[in-house]
């Protein structure tokens, strides 16, 4: 009978597996047209150590699904930072969801990201992303399924390149974000993968404080 090898984690926490990622990222180092865009909130301690060693700016892309009425673990679409709605018309005709059901959703699930952007970044407004090199992080990918919302979302700010960067990720997942932007960068791709957690030596979760701190410390540097 076969046993699985034990888990190893491969970072002691989320700073570390920025470090790591960055040196992957390293093509990137000094770019004008860089921007690096962190997946709150657990992708804000990576960002944060990317765009410090590649000399970016960085900020949050925040994502907030758009839950079916009745049915709110399925997403009839999502919105994002810089006013961004994404609706999947499949769904919405699937479920015979009314443009009044949309609108309200959109109302409750908006004021939650303004809430979240007031906390984050003091009112500040997404910067312009249009012909910039954007490399969206995170601390890791299971299934990928925020990831690729955000991706979505991010391209209808048109930017020049989009980068998909995290620590660790199943290997499937990364490989199919390969076929949906211009860059992948997975540090780590363990077998078997399990979760994104038990990658990590310390995975306690990223506080709003956290989040708003770093952002400010960025801007600072």
């Not at 303004?114 to 299934?143: C, F, K």
């Amino acid at each position: 009978m076969s046993v699985d090898p034990p888990i190893r984690p491969r970072f002691q926490d989320r700073a570390d597996g920025g470090r790591v990622l960055a040196a992957d990222l390293a093509r990137y180092e000094g770019r004008a047209d860089l921007m690096v865009l962190a997946l709150p909130r657990g992708g804000v301690p990576v960002g944060y150590e990317v765009a410090r060693a590649l000399g970016a700016p960085l900020d949050v892309f925040l994502v907030r699904k758009l839950g079916v009425p009745g049915h709110e673990e399925l997403a009839m679409g999502a919105i994002a930072s810089g006013g961004i709605r994404l609706i999947n018309e499949d769904v919405v005709r699937a479920y015979n969801v009314s443009d009044a059901d949309i609108e309200a959703v959109t109302a409750v699930e908006q004021r939650e990201l303004e809430r979240r952007e007031r906390i984050y970044r003091d009112n500040r407004r997404l910067p312009p992303l249009h012909d910039h090199t954007v490399i969206l992080v995170d601390d890791g990918l299971a299934t990928g399924s925020t990831m690729r919302v955000a991706v979505l979302a991010l391209r209808q700010e048109s930017p020049a390149r989009i980068v998909v960067a995290v620590p660790v990720a199943a290997a499937e997942t990364c490989d199919e974000f390969r076929t949906l932007v211009d860059d992948v960068v997975c540090a780590e791709t363990p077998s078997p993968f399990y979760a994104v957690g038990l990658w990590y030596e310390d995975f306690a979760q990223t506080t709003d404080e956290e989040v708003h701190d770093l952002l400010t410390a960025n801007t600072q540097r």
